[in-house]
Structures are given as structure tokens and as C-alpha cells.
């Protein structure tokens, strides 16, 4: 009798499992969502290390008694290009956003800035991405809705544009300005 080898078994094991994670997956509430274990948490500190002659972040801007918006954002970043002018609209009407800026040469993110203009309260340099692990960022852009306390309170992924920016943050910002 033939012996089957344990290596011709493995890739339509290991197939089936994929496979089997893609379909749960599926049926999730929000598979679209990431769980952040942030929610409800103090926010974490940000780097005091600014870009350029740009205004740094300082420890109180979080705790000020405002919602707050922190965008993290890398000039490299073709969704955080998208989301750009919403992040202007949004400081235009006055809104507070403290950018960080991640994992990106000095030097491209202030030509980024100086050429398309600065909606950031303040702006924090993270070329490491110490920060965004400290908040559990994925990838840029991602904007964290914080309380007037400081506590994180929504966590969107994604660039702010279009009917997911309406649906998902909107909401959420508002309710967060109504407490």
C-alpha cells in the first residue's frame, strides 16, 4: 500500500483554513472595522518632536475641554493626500486636529505641508512610528476622535472622503461634540 506524504496534505489543509477564516469573516458585524483596544482608554502620549518650525504638539492639547482629532499622516501617503483638503475644510470651520506625522523624511513632509497647506493645531515628527504603535495605528491615514477629558473615543482608518467619511465618522464626531 502507498504511504501518503504529510507535504501533500498540508497545502489543502492549510487552504481550507484560510478559507474557512475568510468566510467567518464575512458575516462579522463590521468587517470592514478594525477593533481598536483604545476606545475608552486615555489617549497615549504623542512625541514631543516637531517638524520643522511647525507648531509641536504639547501634553495638554488633549485635555483641553475640546473634542479633538489627532490624523496620523505620512507625505508618502496617496490616501492621506485624498483627505487632505477635508482635513483643511475641517480646521477651516474650526475644528481642533493635532497631525503625526510617521515613518517619513523631514523633508518631503514639510514640502508636503508648506505646499498644500497646514490644517494641524499642532504637528508631531514620528519617523520611527513609535507614536502610532503606542495609539495602534495599521497604516496612514488613521484619525482618533479624543474627548475634552482625553479619552479616545472613535477610531476611523482610512482617508475622510466619501459616503464611509458620512456615515461612520460623521456620526460619530458629532456625538462625541454633543457629550
Known sequence: MARISPL????PLIFAAFAALAYVGMFRDDPQGLPSTRIGQPAPGITSDTLGDYPGVTADMLTRGEVTRVNFWASWC???RAEHPRLLQ????GMTIIGVNFKDQAKDALSYLDDDGNPFAGVAFD????TAIDWGVTAPPETFIVSGEGVVLFRYAGPLVGSDYEQRFLPALKA???E
Open 90 to 93: 475641517m480646521q477651516a470651520e
Open 176 to 178: 462625541a461634540q454633543a
Open 8 to 11: 501533500m496534505i498540508a497545502p
Open 127 to 130: 519617523p520611527k512610528g513609535r
Open 78 to 80: 496617496p490616501p492621506c
